[in-house]
């Protein structure tokens, strides 16, 4: 049992799951619905050549979204915005999760988003993570999103707090300004959880700070890490955290 203040969750493959996301058929929607049929295998194809390159589309999506709008969709506005939303429709949530943020909430616990945000090429309030909570009703849960963009409301679409510009998870300078932050709050960083499925980016550097980690192995198990706990579930968020006073 772990007794903590805040809790914080990783975006990728935590709070939103890929597994629904079907990449042929965002394509050809997309190119369906530009009146450009002829393009889907070609695209497709390229897409593939991405993946093939970088070891997974979850990898492309984080960390190269501009080579799927440059080299896949030709640069093209239409088809990179189409993009995004058809993307939107297809991404799916952790099991589990919307009930276990009700509990988290209702305990009183502090919740935010912590993400890597590479590369997700959009102003502050349309960046996909941003779109994702605002469109699966999350923002009730999320107020915020920690990112290396900023410290991000993601009610009024602003940022609040720039000591996060440029900081990294995989670095680790994000979570020593989350130290910070959170100390500035009355919450030390033994009394905070991260809850994500990457060991170098949500578990070990935040371990390293002093932050109790759970690694989340519902979606993707992503090897070892210096977690304090492992779940399969996020249903299990309500057996191991009792809200410190």
């Not at 500035?184 to 070990?204: F, H, L, Q, W």
Request: proline share 4%; hydrophobic share 35%.
């Amino acid at each position: 049992m772990l007794e903590v203040k805040w809790v914080g969750f990783d975006y990728g493959q935590c709070i939103m799951e890929p597994g629904g996301l079907r990449n042929p058929l965002v394509i050809g929607d997309i190119c369906k619905e530009l009146g450009r049929p002829e393009l889907i295998a070609d695209r497709i194809y390229r897409y593939h050549q991405l993946n093939e390159q970088y070891g997974g589309y979850s990898r492309i999506k984080e960390g190269h979204r501009d080579e799927i709008y440059g080299y896949v969709l030709d640069d093209d506005p239409a088809a990179q915005e189409l993009f995004t939303k058809k993307e939107q429709q297809y991404l799916d949530m952790g099991e589990g999760l919307v009930d276990a943020l009700d509990w988290l909430q209702e305990q009183g616990f502090v919740l935010e988003v912590v993400s890597e945000m590479k590369k997700t090429l959009g102003a502050v309030g349309s960046d996909i993570v941003s779109r994702f909570l605002k469109g699966r009703g999350l923002t009730k849960y999320f107020p915020v999103i920690i990112s290396p963009q900023g410290k991000l409301d993601t009610i009024n679409d602003v940022q609040i707090d720039d000591r996060y510009v440029g900081k990294t998870k995989e670095g680790g300078d994000i979570y020593d300004v989350l130290a910070e932050d959170l100390r500035s709050r009355g919450i030390e960083p033994e009394e905070g959880v991260m809850v994500g499925d990457k060991p170098a980016t949500d578990i070990n550097p935040a371990h390293a700070r002093g932050f109790k980690t759970i690694q989340y192995k519902g979606f993707i198990d992503l090897g070892p890490s210096d977690a304090d706990l492992v779940i399969n579930h996020f249903s299990e968020l309500k057996e191991v955290l009792r809200k410190k006073d």
